[in-house]
């Protein structure tokens, strides 16, 4: 229940009005850092990428200006104008690429992972609530990356489907840098384990 206490009152009380009448069995706040790092090559890569469409797009713009704003002439005066937007997109991308570590940390300061008896619940609080809730039943298997502090990684997985290429692809749910990783593994597996015994028509 840590996750829970430490969040601010007027989250806490949005997030208990929607869990309202489901106990919560388990909840945990994902670490920043952790997913920090988790996208890190992300950065990595990005960061030749960003660098590669700002050469581009600087030395397309030094063309644009070299021409002259309204001198077209030509094929050569018309690209003038066609490379600094065609260079727009790719520098976005690599923002994009660059900044994605830190906004994931930033998300992950805003989320919490719960576990109720009816679903595993992933609340992004802001100025909006986001709730994301899948049900226990639907994960056939539990894989837990552990660290030494007890947290760690751990994805469930959801099935399969096939992508438009026909080519299959597994579905999963992942949860990095979550506290407390073994509590949360042994709790799941117990209300699952009591769910199957008990059947589709009792209540857990």
Same mark, same amino acid.
């Given at each position: 229940m840590s996750g829970?206490?430490?969040?601010?009152?007027?989250?806490?009380?949005?997030?208990?009005?929607?869990?309202?009448?489901e106990?919560?069995l388990?909840a945990?706040r #994902?670490s920043?850092?952790?997913?920090?790092?988790k996208?890190?090559?992300? =950065?990595l890569?990005?960061i030749? *990428?960003? /660098?590669?469409?700002l050469?581009?797009?600087l030395?397309?713009?030094?063309v644009?200006f070299?021409?002259?704003i309204?001198?077209?002439?030509?094929?050569?005066g018309?690209?003038?104008?066609?490379f #600094?937007i065609f260079?727009?997109p790719f520098?976005a991308i690599?923002?994009? =690429?660059?900044?994605?570590p830190l *906004?994931g /940390?930033?998300?992950?300061?805003?989320t919490?992972?719960v576990?109720?008896d009816r679903?595993l619940?992933?609340?992004?609080?802001g100025?909006?609530?986001?709730?994301?809730?899948?049900d226990p039943q639907?994960?056939?298997d539990v894989?837990r990356?552990?660290?030494?502090?007890g947290?760690?990684t751990?994805t469930?997985?959801?099935g399969?489907y096939?992508d438009?290429d026909?080519?299959w692809v597994e579905k999963?749910?992942?949860w990095p840098g979550t506290p407390?990783?073994?509590?949360?593994?042994?709790?799941?597996?117990?209300?699952?384990?009591?769910?199957r015994?008990?059947g589709?028509?009792q209540?857990?």
């Amino acid at each position: 229940m840590s996750g829970m206490q430490s969040l601010p009152r007027y989250a806490l009380q949005r997030l208990t009005r929607e869990l309202a009448g489901e106990p919560i069995l388990w909840a945990g706040r #994902p670490s920043a850092r952790a997913v920090f790092w988790k996208a890190a090559p992300i =950065l990595l890569f990005g960061i030749p *990428w960003l /660098a590669f469409s700002l050469a581009w797009e600087l030395t397309a713009l030094g063309v644009f200006f070299n021409t002259g704003i309204g001198k077209v002439e030509g094929p050569g005066g018309i690209m003038a104008y066609v490379f #600094p937007i065609f260079g727009i997109p790719f520098v976005a991308i690599g923002i994009g =690429l660059v900044g994605a570590p830190l *906004w994931g /940390a930033r998300k992950a300061m805003r989320t919490v992972h719960v576990l109720t008896d009816r679903r595993l619940v992933t609340a992004v609080l802001g100025k909006t609530l986001s709730i994301k809730s899948i049900d226990p039943q639907r994960v056939y298997d539990v894989t837990r990356v552990e660290k030494s502090d007890g947290s760690g990684t751990i994805t469930f997985a959801l099935g399969s489907y096939r992508d438009s290429d026909g080519d299959w692809v597994e579905k999963s749910e992942i949860w990095p840098g979550t506290p407390d990783i073994r509590e949360l593994e042994l709790k799941f597996r117990q209300l699952t384990s009591n769910a199957r015994r008990m059947g589709p028509d009792q209540p857990a």
